[in-house]
Structure formats: C-alpha cells, structure tokens
C-alpha cells in the first residue's frame, strides 16, 4: 500500500530456551495507513505483545525474528526502509523517535528514582538536537497536550480567579511556578490515569509517526479508560498519527480503531474493518472473544468461553470438570465459639451498619490532625446465597470496605454483624475462628500466591494452620479435590505459581479460599486483570462453586458489565459512601445517580457502537 505507514510482511518471531523451541509469531501479515488505528486482539500468549517488540527491536533473549520484513515510511522520507535490515545503530533512531510504544504497566515502566519532568525531557534530548531548557519547555508542552497540566490559558484565569489585583508578571511568575512543581513530581505521587498520560506524553514528545500502544487501558478503571481512549483518538487525528492498539478486549478495540486484526497461537486468524468483522465474524476463536464478554443489554445464566467456539459446543452448558463431591462440614456446624445461629436461613448473613473507615493524617511534629475518611457511614446488608456487586472507581473505598468486613484493619465507627453476632471488636481465638468462615480472593493473581510454595501447599497451608480433618491423608485428598473442582488437576500439586497462567493461578487462589469451607467470600477485582476469555470461565467457575458450596459473595468491580452478569444486587460507591443499591437489572436499566449513569457509558461497548444484536 502506498499511503502504508507501516507494512509488515509474514514476520516470524521465534524463541530459543534450552527446553523448547517456541514460535511465538508464525508469519503474520498487516499494513496500517496513514493516521489510521489498527486493533491487534486476541488472548495471552497469542503473540500481540511479541509483535509490537518485533516492530521495536526490543525482542528479549532467546527470541529473534527469524524470517519476514517490516517496511516503516515516515511522511518525510520518499520511500519504505526495512527496519530488519538495518544495522542497530541505525534502527535506534526510528526507536523512540519515528516509532514510539506505550506499555500497559506505567508504573513498572517509569523509573520510581526519578522525576516524570526528567524522564520525558530524557526522551526529548536522545532525539532531538535542542537544549536543556527548550526539551523542558516541549516537555511542559506534551503535558499539556495530554491534558495532565491545564493550558496556560486555563491557569492564568485560576490564578486571577483565586487574586484580581495580581499583575501580569505575577501572573506568569505563578504559572511558571506552578509548571515546574509538576513536572518535579515523582512517580508514586501520581494516580494510574496521570501515569498512562505520562506515557502518553513521552511517546509523543518526539512527534512519532506510529504510536504503539500495548494494553495501554487495562489496569484503568472504565471512567479513566474512557478519558484515555479519548485522548488517544484525539491524539491521532490532530498529529496524523497511526496506532497500532493491542488488546484483548473488543469492546475497547471497537472504541477507538478502524480495522481490527484477531491474533490466535501466533497467527492472524481474521482482520478486517470493525463493523464488518465485529458484525459477522468467521473464525471461531473470533467469536468466542465476542461471545464471553458479559452484555449489558442481555442477562444469561452462563457465559460461553473461547473453548466451546474452538470445540463446536456453543448450544448447550458444559458439563462441570468433574462430579460434585459432598464434603462433611461437621466440625464448622458443631463449632459454636461463635455462637452461630444458622436455624433461620433467610436471616442476612452479615449486616453493616454505619461503618467509618479513616487513616489519620499527621500534622505539626507528628500530631494527628484528622482523619481522612475511605469509608463515611456505610450501610447495607447480604443475604444468605447471594451474591452483592460493588462498583465504584479507584480511590471510592471499596476495599477499604472489604478488609473492614473482614477485620484487616479496624472501624473507626459502627458495627459489623456477622452470623449475628458483632464482630467489630474480635480478637484471639474467636477472630481466628472468623477467619475459617470468611475469605477473599485478590485482585493481581501473580502477587497473591508465594512464590516459594508449590500450589499443594498453598492449598494446604491453612488446613494445616486451622487443624482440620484428622490426617494429612485426609488433607491432602482436600486440596486434590479442590484442585479438580477448579479445573486443574491432581498432578498440579508439585507445581509452582510460575508455571500457571494468570487465569489459573486464579483458580488457584479461588481453591485457596473454599479450602476451610468458608460462608462467605469477598472477591476483589478478581477477574479484571484477567483476559476476557479467561474472565469469563473464572465468573462461571464462582458461579458454579455458589451453588455447590452454598456460598455468599461480596464481588468488588469497576466494571459493572461483570458485577451485572453475577450480582444479585449492585452496590454503587463513590467517595466512601453509597451512592445507591438495587437489583442488578433495575440499576442498570434506571440508575438513580448521575454517577452511576457515567459509569454505565463509559464501559466499552461493541452493542452501543455499532448496535450488533
């Protein structure tokens, strides 16, 4: 194509460690235009990021590209160069300049030693022959195209806002002054939206010609992710800028792309523009990513996964990995240390009633000052069985909340009712008991499990710690029955973390928490890292266990697609407070709040942009 920025022709990339031989890329092919935005989806391990460090030369030992050519064309240059062909020295200059990347951590990919002014005019003076003081202008300059400092405009009205008789000279004084604070700041004083903007900002800073971004959202909650997509397409139309976007979500693919590539065991499966492939899609694996998303505009008792697109099982439920096994809870039942009345199984499983959760904030020669409040007089109930969503955005309290419910860290007010029994003031022996009969599953599957532990005993640690059955014979068939029930095997036992993938060392961490048979489960954020696929058989997996094991959830999301597809009922926070609380369906379709409203629009939606039935 001659309006080509980029034109990639059967690329190969391979990997050579001492066990195996691994084809990561196996002879792709795509062209992105001039200022338009190609979509590389697909799963884990498909090969999308491997392509994007392909494109960099930025592939890891023992990878390489083994065969295929890149043709890159600046709008400056008359003709296509072949970035494989070229020395390193010379592709060092396209790196960063022409072709720049955006990665999905921002907080692994900035260096916590220095500041965010230093590390974007650091970029500005490996590629650009400017001096000190004009990189940290443009740097200022790109801060603002972000939207992450105001324009000049913008902050000289705040200033004569807050003081009218400032003269024009103050005026600047204070605006240069307040420029130079920000960009003085460090990395950890930021939030994870601003970091991503940062990002933003070092990648354009040398006006590339192809902006990579790699998962760029993921880790956002949807209103931030949103404000970002915004920017990137912004970004794009007023530079002439192409992108190449990965993720694994089609609903923020159909967001901000033109064409979209579906990547599947290192190949291209299917592309094409949005509307046609997200309309009548042809692949299977293409539609199990359309189908094991939750839909807002539809209610289902079961998600469909990618496996039964790839297997040709779409019509019907699977059957579960393996038949149900009824364990004898005798010793929880006979157990009355805390005084459980479970005689009336309608009665609420846990009742909060004003809860207060604050941190102080220490003044003058270390006096506490206040408190500043994550969780202002919250109250609410959960019922025996069900499951209750809560949705808010990062910084609402929502866990806070969770580690107050399960006595992590202590109220400042209010009550905790469990079993109805208060359990706000426990300690001991009998919050040791509490323990046993509430558990959490965490967000980020990859720091919750010890390393150094093979899964057998992570699974096994609190049998042991609890002193339940009477055996390690008998244990050790709990943890294998725990295992299979969650769709690993016996044969996993000796393993570690390391050899699982996110979505099962999730499971993992899921068959970790059924180990003491717990009452209640409180998951937080424990499908949003994961790709939807995968997400989709975790949020069935939780779903089938509720049944089995009768089990009552608290499921923390700021997603509310997901929270509508499992919730009973949602629970909106924002600011530490309820918002408002309701049957899934009845929020959804009339929320009450205008906060609610905008978290409900700015999920990303395949249904509301291009109206697919």
Same mark, same amino acid.
């Given at each position: 194509?001659?309006?080509a920025?980029?034109?990639?022709?059967?690329?190969?990339?391979?990997?050579?460690?001492?066990?195996?031989?691994?084809?990561?890329?196996?002879?792709?092919?795509?062209?992105?235009?001039k200022?338009?935005?190609?979509?590389l989806?697909g799963?884990?391990?498909s090969?999308?990021?491997?392509?994007?460090?392909?494109?960099?030369?930025?592939?890891?030992?023992?990878g390489?590209?083994?065969?295929?050519?890149?043709?890159?064309?600046p709008?400056?240059?008359?003709?296509?160069?072949?970035?494989?062909a070229?020395?390193?020295?010379?592709?060092?200059?396209?790196r960063?300049?022409?072709?720049?990347?955006?990665?999905?951590?921002?907080?692994?990919?900035?260096?916590p030693?220095?500041t965010?002014g230093?590390?974007?005019?650091?970029?500005?003076?490996?590629?650009?022959?400017v001096?000190?003081?004009e990189?940290?202008?443009?740097?200022?300059?790109?801060?603002?195209?972000?939207?992450?400092?105001?324009?000049?405009e913008?902050?000289?009205?705040?200033?004569?806002?807050?003081?009218?008789?400032?003269?024009e000279?103050e005026?600047?004084?204070?605006?240069?002054?307040?420029?130079?604070?920000?960009?003085?700041?460090?990395p950890?004083?930021?939030?994870?939206?601003?970091?991503?903007?940062?990002?933003?900002?070092?990648?354009?800073s040398?006006?590339?010609?192809?902006?990579?971004?790699?998962?760029?959202?993921?880790?956002?909650?949807?209103?931030?992710?949103?404000?970002?997509l915004?920017?990137?397409?912004e970004?794009?139309?007023?530079?002439?800028?192409?992108?190449?976007?990965?993720?694994?979500?089609?609903?923020?693919?159909?967001?901000?792309?033109?064409?979209?590539?579906?990547?599947?065991?290192?190949?291209?499966?299917?592309?094409?523009?949005?509307?046609?492939?997200?309309?009548d899609?042809?692949?299977?694996?293409?539609?199990?990513?359309?189908?094991?998303?939750?839909?807002?505009?539809?209610?289902?008792?079961?998600?469909?996964?990618?496996?039964?697109?790839?297997?040709?099982?779409?019509?019907?439920?699977?059957?579960?990995?393996?038949?149900?096994?009824t364990?004898?809870?005798?010793?929880?039942k006979?157990?009355?240390?805390?005084?459980?009345?479970?005689?009336?199984?309608?009665a609420?499983?846990?009742?909060?009633?004003?809860?207060?959760?604050g941190?102080?904030?220490?003044?003058?020669?270390?006096k506490? @000052? !206040? /408190?500043?409040? $994550?969780?202002?007089?919250?109250?609410?109930?959960?019922?025996?069985g +069900?499951?209750? %969503? #809560?949705?808010?955005?990062?910084?609402?309290?929502?866990?806070t909340?969770?580690?107050?419910?399960?006595?992590?860290?202590?109220?400042?007010?209010?009550?905790?009712?469990?079993?109805?029994?208060?359990?706000?003031?426990?300690?001991?022996?009998?919050?040791?008991?509490?323990?046993?009969?509430?558990?959490?599953?965490?967000?980020?599957?990859?720091?919750s499990?010890n390393?150094r532990?093979?899964?057998?005993?992570?699974?096994l640690?609190?049998?042991?710690?609890? @002193? !339940? /059955?009477?055996? $390690?014979?008998?244990?050790?068939?709990?943890?294998v029955y725990l295992l +299979?029930?969650? %769709? #690993?095997s016996?044969?996993?036992?000796?393993?570690?973390?390391?050899?699982?993938?996110?979505?099962?060392?999730?499971?993992?961490?899921?068959?970790r928490?059924?180990?003491l048979?717990?009452?209640?489960?409180?998951?937080?954020?424990?499908?949003?890292?994961?790709?939807?696929?995968?997400q989709?058989?975790?949020?069935?997996?939780?779903?089938?266990?509720?049944?089995?094991?009768?089990?009552?959830?608290?499921?923390?999301?700021?997603?509310l697609?997901?929270?509508?597809?499992?919730?009973?009922?949602?629970?909106?926070?924002n600011?530490?407070?309820?918002?408002?609380?309701?049957?899934a369906?009845?929020?959804?379709?009339?929320?009450?709040?205008?906060?609610?409203?905008?978290?409900?629009?700015?999920i990303?939606?395949?249904?509301?942009?291009?109206?697919?039935?």
């Amino acid at each position: 194509m001659e309006d080509a920025v980029i034109d990639v022709r059967n690329l190969k990339i391979e990997f050579f460690p001492e066990e195996q031989h691994l084809i990561a890329v196996n002879g792709i092919n795509f062209t992105i235009p001039k200022g338009k935005t190609l979509g590389l989806v697909g799963e884990s391990g498909s090969g999308k990021s491997v392509t994007a460090l392909g494109l960099m030369g930025l592939i890891p030992n023992p990878g390489r590209v083994s065969s295929g050519e890149i043709y890159f064309r600046p709008p400056e240059e008359k003709s296509a160069v072949n970035l494989l062909a070229l020395p390193e020295t010379q592709r060092r200059q396209y790196r960063g300049g022409k072709i720049a990347m955006i990665f999905q951590e921002p907080m692994s990919s900035l260096n916590p030693v220095y500041t965010i002014g230093f590390q974007i005019t650091e970029a500005i003076l490996q590629h650009q022959s400017v001096s000190p003081s004009e990189a940290r202008r443009q740097a200022t300059a790109r801060l603002q195209e972000v939207k992450l400092i105001p324009s000049d405009e913008e902050l000289k009205e705040t200033a004569l806002i807050e003081d009218n008789t400032l003269s024009e000279v103050e005026v600047n004084r204070q605006i240069n002054e307040y420029k130079r604070t920000f960009l003085e700041r460090y990395p950890h004083q930021l939030s994870g939206g601003q970091l991503q903007r940062v990002m933003i900002a070092i990648a354009i800073s040398c006006n590339p010609t192809l902006l990579i971004a790699d998962e760029p959202t993921t880790a956002l909650d949807v209103t931030v992710q949103k404000t970002i997509l915004d920017l990137l397409r912004e970004l794009s139309q007023a530079r002439g800028m192409s992108m190449l976007f990965i993720t694994h979500d089609l609903g923020v693919v159909a967001e901000i792309a033109d064409e979209v590539a579906v990547m599947y065991q290192g190949k291209i499966v299917e592309s094409g523009d949005i509307r046609s492939i997200f309309s009548d899609p042809q692949h299977p694996y293409t539609k199990g990513l359309l189908a094991c998303r939750p839909r807002l505009d539809q209610q289902v008792d079961y998600l469909p996964t990618v496996a039964d697109f790839l297997n040709g099982q779409t019509d019907t439920k699977p059957e579960p990995p393996v038949q149900v096994q009824t364990w004898d809870n005798s010793e929880d039942k006979n157990d009355d240390s805390l005084s459980v009345d479970t005689s009336i199984n309608s009665a609420p499983l846990l009742t909060v009633q004003n809860l207060q959760v604050g941190f102080p904030i220490k003044g003058v020669f270390g006096k506490r @000052k !206040r /408190y500043a409040m $994550a969780v202002n007089g919250v109250s609410f109930t959960v019922y025996r069985g +069900e499951t209750l %969503g #809560l949705v808010g955005e990062s910084g609402c309290g929502k866990s806070t909340l969770a580690r107050a419910i399960l006595r992590l860290i202590d109220p400042l007010q209010g009550k905790i009712r469990f079993n109805r029994n208060d359990i706000t003031h426990l300690s001991g022996k009998q919050l040791r008991h509490l323990r046993r009969q509430m558990q959490i599953v965490f967000q980020n599957p990859y720091n919750s499990l010890n390393p150094r532990l093979t899964i057998g005993k992570t699974i096994l640690e609190p049998l042991t710690i609890h @002193k !339940r /059955y009477q055996n $390690a014979r008998q244990r050790k068939e709990r943890v294998v029955y725990l295992l +299979e029930r969650v %769709g #690993l095997s016996a044969d996993d036992i000796k393993r570690y973390p390391h050899e699982f993938s996110g979505g099962q060392r999730q499971r993992i961490c899921v068959a970790r928490a059924l180990a003491l048979n717990p009452e209640f489960i409180i998951c937080d954020e424990s499908v949003s890292a994961l790709d939807v696929s995968v997400q989709a058989q975790v949020l069935n997996l939780l779903k089938e266990l509720q049944e089995e094991f009768e089990l009552t959830y608290i499921f923390i999301s700021h997603d509310l697609s997901v929270v509508k597809f499992i919730s009973d009922r949602v629970m909106v926070m924002n600011k530490g407070k309820i918002e408002e609380i309701g049957k899934a369906e009845t929020i959804y379709k009339t929320p009450g709040s205008d906060y609610t409203r905008q978290l409900i629009d700015a999920i990303p939606s395949i249904e509301k942009k291009f109206l697919v039935s």
